[in-house]
């Protein structure tokens, strides 16, 4: 949207509500009820817009990631988690991926020493 992370995002999207809200309040106050329809109708359209990109660059990134902490977890040292956008998220995607090829060079030098 209008910012490179999570929270600037969100910030911005409710914002933008915000002022459809109040520009849904006002004209339907002041006796412009078509005007008011259209505006609810561009603020339900825009709900369902941030419902889908939450989906997206949220959801869907977080699931892959609890997948391959799973696969890490259950023993597949080495897994790299797909990096989906620079953000929080793909922060954590960094964190995990490196803590992922410690662990799998720590247990290759364990098994070799062994």
Known sequence: MFSNNLKGQLLSSSIVAIL???ALIAFAVNGYTIVAIVIA??????????NIWFDRNVNKPIQNLTESATRIAEGSYGVQAVKHADDELGELTDVINEMSSKIALSDKTTTEFI
């Not at 109708?41 to 709900?47: E, W």
Request: glycine fraction near 8%.
């Open 41 to 50: 109708v561009i603020l339900a359209g825009f709900i369902v817009l941030i």
């Open 20 to 22: 459809l809200v109040a």
